[in-house]
């Protein structure tokens, strides 16, 4: 019995230590599923406070309350959970989205990780409320600063977006210069006179689409929060890289036109 | 009794005797009795003598190389690439005028697909709907 027990030892310790290698990584679609997860749970605990609270509203015992006050501390948990998982997946998605360059990607992970770390602190102090008083404030600061979790999000889905269409300019002027390098050997004669201009038509297409992009990037900037009140900045974004899109549509059109000749 | 080494088994017993200290001629050796200057022979270590840790480390460095022999193996299938990697294709030759146009249609038609794959109103990174007014 002794002969095997400390090789079964070592071998227990051995598989403990190799347990990392085994360890899947935490990615967005995972925390996607964690915030899916939370976002029901918190769901179904917001049926249950609104339950208690007009089973307290009526009634007025010490019974109901107690149970109000207990759900709703269980509810302020939950919808600060749910909140913090989000935020976890709009940061990893974030990360794992391929964007343009001339997007800091780092500066904004910060400010995630910094409400995460907010929402996270506050587990301890709002597992202690056992007031109506304390429930009340605690419950007014999470909802004085959740309006920086909306323009946040709205940033980041706009940077999301506007890196994208960074990316897809770049593609468009690498496939441009090779187009108009073969386009060089294919045009000759007569045609040769029309490349100039042709390219100066293309060109001017992903410029405009580059300036439509830039423009979506300097709203998506100015986002601020005026007294809790957010500016919609998304739908503008939407507008201003819809039009670069069109642009660079009109870009392969042309393109199109001028291998086919 | 006295240890006597031994060089050779083959060799006879009064070529195995290298000199006993004190002893200087055949009178005092005869009068040595018999049993002290019985040769023995020094133990060898054997399999059962040796330390157990010794087997057990070894082991244990067999199981931890099994182990991450496993893992690598089970890595590689789950990222599906060969074990062997892949000789790199031999740069074509230049390819002729007609191949190259062809080329770039492929990817003139490919960007276009791509740029209409682009969807703006992707809503799964929107904030959740959250009750701002909790209280009792």
Known sequence: MKKFLVPALLFLIASKLSFPLFAEEFNAEKARNDYLYNLEVYQQSHQEYVRTKQAYYTYRTLVTKTEAINTAVDLLLKREEMVRTYLVMLRLSFLETPLSADINKQEWVSKCEILEAWLESRKPKIEAVSTIIDINKVSEEFEGRFAEVTALSRQMSGLVLAGEMGLMIEEGAKVKDDAISQLKTTWTGDKARYLESFIAQIDEKISLALDKKNKALTVISGQAIFDNEIKDTLSPTRSLLIDSQHYLKEMVLLLEEGISE | ?136
């Open chain 2, 1 to 136: 009794m006295i240890a006597i080494n031994a060089k050779k088994k083959s060799e006879p017993p009064s070529m195995m005797v290298q000199g006993i200290e004190g002893i200087d001629s055949e009178e005092e050796m005869s009068a040595i009795p018999p049993e002290a200057t019985k040769v023995t022979k020094l133990p060898r270590p054997s399999f059962r003598q040796f330390p157990k840790i010794y087997i057990y480390i070894s082991i244990f460095a067999i199981l931890i190389v099994l182990l991450l022999g496993v893992i690598a193996f089970a890595n590689n299938m789950k990222n599906n690439r060969p074990m062997i990697p892949t000789p790199t294709p031999a740069p074509l030759s230049p390819t002729p005028v007609a191949s190259n146009s062809a080329n770039i249609n492929e990817r003139v038609t490919k960007f276009k697909q791509d740029l209409g794959n682009l969807d703006f109103y992707d809503n799964r990174l929107d904030p959740p709907q959250v009750d701002l007014n909790i209280k009792l």
